[in-house]
């Protein structure tokens, strides 16, 4: 059984997600923080955590599919 | 130019990358068994998964800093490497050249040169593809160190050792598959650490018209028309009218045909991605999947150049003593290739700006695994066991190609180095690699495509062919270029508007040479027997069966979407 990529893609970039969002969350409002007036961590961090997520549910999926091996 | 100063923040991102891609290698290391896992992934990828390494591999430090700087240098017109250079490519090797890849189960590019035609004419190519590999894995650690130390002050030495002996880690313990798995990865992150940039960039222009609105300005002042940054195709009727100095012919059979096909159709480092495929369906799709994203690629790439030369953020060139570099108009001199991470500086904040140079260190990781699992293959393949040492059994390969892995590194920290210190010669040693490169495709189309094309016919051609580059370029000279390096070497008969240009007509004058020299020779020179090319020219090998049981899986739909999408690009942005 070889490891499925969709799993550490997916480990990835859920805690990128997680910490960046977390990060942009708390230094809301600070000078430089949201360029273009987006607070581009949090909504970064929230679109790669639903990447991330999506990732994760297509190794699952593919696992069961295969009984646990696979891409 | 002040360094850049990182949050803690920006260092966890990163850490937290190079924790993973260090980990896919560890969790690799147990798949590994024999040499043909090793270098060939066990031939077990999925479609997508060497789709998305074929499109990675290529996707090094020259193509997310290079392409930036064209887009900050020639504007929207840098996409024709794409819609009209690689696209075209990808779907010509997918299915056309594939079926001979993979179909005659050669190991590497220049083993296949060996079954086609004979051994003089892979070990040609096999020891100029293995130097070029190591000296362009080289190029890229040297780029990384100096933006790095440029950026954010950090120090040249540690940097390189530390990106080389992550890679370095990876490969040795999970061979190409792990470098494969980790070029998906910095797939996403490239895509991921970019597209916020480019979002960013148009948002605070006004979009698309607010990005040609502010170009319109540069443009007249470099004595073309307004938009001649922002169309691809309606000032290409002369090479004066647009950036980049070429006009539509040189263009199309310059890059589109000859340095494209040479590059997409014969370079190991990209093939070897789609020859790793589970099935000879998945190893055709290969370039059809990696052509989507592809296609896309001059948003993410080419934009943030013209961008930061809209906002007008692009340093000056410095000289020697600090001081900033002027053309022969006296025109300020830009340093294009901090075109991109200026822009990244400009917009990100911290947090998304670890973000962002962590997708520009995945870039030039996954350009140097490229060449590393591309070296060690071809060294352990097609010279050790070659010449060195035939007929040792298969673990002996495996160490070797451990060891190959370990020896390629090292190398590529001394062609770091060497670029350092003496940057002519990295400029030498890249022409003349472009003049080896160029006649290649010719060499490949006759022998896949014309069964009377010989061993000796292609040798003597590919020699020519290079010997033909060498003098084109020798004897012109691009605009503004001091005689050297540059050309003219051998004394100016010709003068082109732009390098750029000069390349083009360098390709087509040695495909061109090649082409003819190769039929020649050929003609005069022996044939094999028809029997003995099976499985290795058109005409005498049985057309691949298609075991794809889903109507868009199919090799010939794809390709038809690929160029649909691809034309209207080029409608789009005429």
């Not at chain 2, 040693?429 to 290649?440: D, I």
Request: glycine share 12%; charged share 10%; aromatic share 14%.
């Amino acid at each position: 059984m070889r490891l499925d990529v969709r799993l550490p893609i997916g480990a990835l970039f859920s805690v990128l997600g997680v910490l960046l969002a977390a990060y942009g969350a708390a230094t809301r409002g600070r000078p430089g923080t949201a360029p273009t007036g987006v607070p581009i961590d949090l909504v970064w961090g929230l679109v790669l955590l639903a990447f991330g997520a999506l990732m994760l549910a297509l190794a699952r999926r593919g696992m069961r599919g295969r009984e646990g091996g696979g891409y | 130019m002040p360094a850049t100063t990182l949050h803690w923040i920006d260092y966890v991102v990163m850490l937290l990358y190079f924790g993973f891609v260090l980990g896919i290698g560890v969790a690799l290391k147990r798949t590994v068994r024999t040499s043909t896992d090793f270098f060939l992934s066990g031939r077990a990828m999925p479609a997508w998964v060497s789709g998305l390494a074929f499109l990675s591999a290529n996707l090094g430090a020259q193509e997310v800093i290079g392409m930036g700087a064209s887009g900050a240098k020639y504007g929207i017109a840098t996409s024709h490497f794409y819609w009209v250079g690689a696209i075209p490519a990808m779907v010509f090797v997918a299915l056309f050249m594939m079926p001979f890849y993979y179909g005659s189960r050669a190991r590497s590019v220049p083993e296949y040169l060996k079954l086609r035609f004979d051994e003089k004419t892979r070990a040609v190519n096999a020891i100029s593809f293995a130097t070029m590999t190591i000296f362009s894995s080289g190029i890229s650690l040297y780029a990384m160190g100096k933006l790095l130390n440029l950026l954010l002050g950090w120090s040249f030495d540690a940097s390189i050792l530390v990106a080389a002996g992550i890679v370095l880690a990876y490969i040795f313990l999970g061979g190409l598959t792990s470098a494969i798995y980790n070029e998906v990865l910095q797939f996403f992150l490239i895509v991921l650490g970019f597209a916020p940039l480019v979002w960013l960039g148009l948002r605070d222009v006004g979009g698309w018209a607010g990005l040609v609105a502010r170009l319109a300005p540069v443009s007249t002042a470099n004595g073309f028309a307004p938009d001649a940054y922002t169309r691809s195709w309606a000032f290409m009727g002369a090479a004066s009218h647009n950036p980049v100095g070429v006009e539509w012919f040189g263009l199309v059979m310059g890059l589109g045909f000859v340095l494209s096909f040479g590059y997409w159709c014969t370079d190991f480092l990209v093939v070897q991605r789609a020859m790793a495929a589970n099935s000879m369906s998945a190893a055709r799709r290969t370039p059809l999947i990696a052509a989507i994203p592809k296609m896309l690629f001059p948003f993410l790439v080419i934009l943030p150049g013209m961008l930061a030369l809209g906002q007008g953020i692009v340093p000056p060139k410095l000289g020697l003593g600090g001081l900033p570099l002027h053309d022969l108009h006296g025109h300020l001199v830009l340093d294009y290739d901090l075109a991109t991470p200026m822009l990244l500086v400009h917009f990100f904040p911290a947090g998304l700006l670890g973000l962002g140079l962590t997708a520009l260190l995945a870039s030039f990781m996954s350009g140097m695994a490229g060449n590393v699992t591309a070296f060690n293959t071809v060294w352990t393949y097609d010279i050790y066991q070659s010449y060195v040492r035939p007929g040792a059994p298969d673990g002996h390969y495996l160490a070797m190609g451990r060891f190959a892995t370990v020896f390629g590194v090292a190398l590529s920290i001394l062609a770091a180095y060497v670029a350092a210190s003496f940057n002519n010669i990295m400029d030498f040693l890249q022409l003349v690699f472009a003049f080896v490169n160029a006649p290649l495709f010719a060499t490949f189309a006759l022998g896949m495509f014309w069964k009377r094309a010989t061993g000796h016919g292609a040798f003597v051609g590919l020699v020519a062919g290079t010997l033909a580059a060498a003098v084109h370029h020798g004897l012109t000279l691009p605009a503004g270029a001091v005689v050297g390096v540059k050309g003219g070497y051998l004394g100016v008969v010709a003068a082109f508007p732009s390098e750029l240009a000069q390349t083009f007509w360098t390709a087509i004058v040695a495909w061109t040479t090649c082409f003819v020299v190769t039929i020649v020779v050929s003609v005069v020179t022996a044939p094999r027997p028809t029997e003995e090319l099976r499985g290795l020219v058109y005409g005498i090998t049985e057309r691949p069966e298609d075991d794809s049981t889903r109507w868009y899986q199919r090799p010939a739909v794809l390709a038809v979407v690929v160029l649909a999408l691809t034309l209207t690009l080029n409608v789009i942005f005429f």
